[in-house]
């Protein structure tokens, strides 16, 4: 039975597998709960394969720009017998309201499919439709065939009834690199046959459009990868393709040799450029615009644009048209390693969809509850108990203060006792509105929106946001913050209680900053050297070192450790985060500590990664660069997306 769910977990498309054994009988909403355990990533594509509807109940199709859900209707209609005469489709509008109230009313006895179309351009008739939903559709007087089909925009002269009783979907347009390069070719101004021909230089300039163009659908499509692909989502725009496209054919025609430097000056730090204020964002830009912008792409026949296959490359010169058919004939998903990523990076951009979805559906949680189940008001008490019963009491300021006292030789001292301030300042916080939110439950005190924020939080499993605007960064849902916490606080105990530690846990500090700067005092001080001049050199690992300190708990997204060869490697199947091994922090005088062959990984306090600039002038996410060795170049790296992380969302 276990190799039967290994291989449904291996699968590539696990929602549509067969469950082994007894939970192959599972259907619909339980079948998809067994299979949020074990491969959340393709929950939505299970809840897109859905069909869950009765004859009574109206099937409200949500429109959005761009997007017409009849001719997949029409086709579904065909494939369950519903075709022809036995669907009727009419759209709404003046005086169309009787007619469609006729039809309805046949359906019903016939057992045939209605689609009323636009419902939001007959808000006058809405209520007339909301009547025979409410009175004529009933199990008695309805066939089980029947099917009422409704699509309407968001309104407002909707009626709430019928979005409440009734099935809700959207058919977004579509999306993806073909469709984007598809847009911007069949829009002007390269529809445009007098731009598009419009170069003296007309080899170079339609590979360098295209190109242009791939690299502008590569760096909007990006965007849905989360913080993989940019840490910021920048909306990048159509004005930017149309201004950079105007410079190479103006460039084209005023030099005979191609500037491509100024062009990737022009297009990476200016026009796009223009818009990025993250600089790891600014590093990956230039990095993914370097594919394009290149001799390669104007002399070799076919240059292939993305790492690994034949299926995308610049097509060869050629009238408008072929370019056109070129990219119809793309696929119409692209893989992840189109965008330089990891094909992990799908499993990234799923989960994210998953979480949305479910908090979505959070939302709607009932605050009332029936039958022997808890009430929320137990559950949150129970929870405000448990998590009181298991915080430790406030750290002794004084006590530590006479053990390490503030010291020239040592700033470790300084940077516990900061670590110390500011744990303190939340756990209080923490303390103080967990013992006010059982009061408030019990009608002690008035239940304030301050504790109605912290009692909501906490019933979804939230952090609330009391707590987070004096916490640490972080991500995790309620159950995981409070572990984490909690060995945080354990972590500094066991260094009041033992002196430093041999391994310092890099992710349990609060300002982390500190503990670096802390590091490099030392180090200043003991060899009388400028701390300006100073900076790490970073060693993947026993004894304390003489210098520097020794740092664990980082975890690399986007790659992993080769602990063999000693190098970043590419990640394993389905496996999104490798834990590092210890870390030697090794300070070094700037001139000594430069090295080759390495990525310049950027590390993060959380897999959000941006972040903002505090009053100490550090950021809020962003901790510091280490240098890790590679073979690969470095330029794979910045477009794989690969950072670590100081903690995972779990």
Known sequence: LVSQWKEIYDSGRPHEEQFPGRWSSLVGMERMVVLRCFR??????????YRDSSCCSPLVFILSSGSDPTAGLLKFADDLGMGGGRTQTISLGQGQGPIAARMIETALRDGTWVVLQNCHLATSWMPTLEKICEETITPENTHPDFRLWLTSYPSDRFPVSILQNGVKMTNEPPKGLRANLLRSYLSDPISDPAFFTGSSQQEAWQKLLFGLCFFHALVQERRTFGPLGWNIPYEFNESDLRISMRQIQMFLDEYEEIPLEALTYLTGECNYGGRVTDDKDRRLLISLLSTFYCQELIQQHQYRV??????????????????????????????????????????????????????????TLPRQTGGGAKSPQEVVDELAEDIMVKLPCDFDLETVMIKYPVMYQESMNTVLR???????RLTQVVRSSLVNIRKALKGQVVMSAELEDVFNSMLVGKVPALWAAKSYPSLKPLGSYISDLLARLHFLQEWIDNGPPVVFWLSGFYFTQSFLTGVSQNFARKYTIPIDYISFQYQVMGARPEDGAYVRGLFLEGARWDRERGVLAESLPKILFDPLPIIWLQPAQSSASQQHSVYQCPVYKTSARRGTLSTTGHSTNYILTIHLPSDQPHKHWINRGVACLCQLNH
Do not use: W
């Open 418 to 424: 900061q670590e110390l301030i500011r744990f303190n």
């Open 306 to 363: 993305c790492e690994g296959g034949d299926t995308y490359y610049i097509p060869p010169h050629g009238p408008y048209e072929s370019y056109v058919e070129y990219i119809r004939s793309l696929p119409i998903t692209a893989e992840p390693g189109v965008y330089g990523l990891h094909s992990n990076a799908d499993i990234t951009k799923d989960n994210q969809e998953t979480n949305q979805l479910l908090d979505g559906v959070l939302l």
């Open 40 to 49: 959340p990533d393709k929950l939505v594509p299970a809840v897109q394969h």
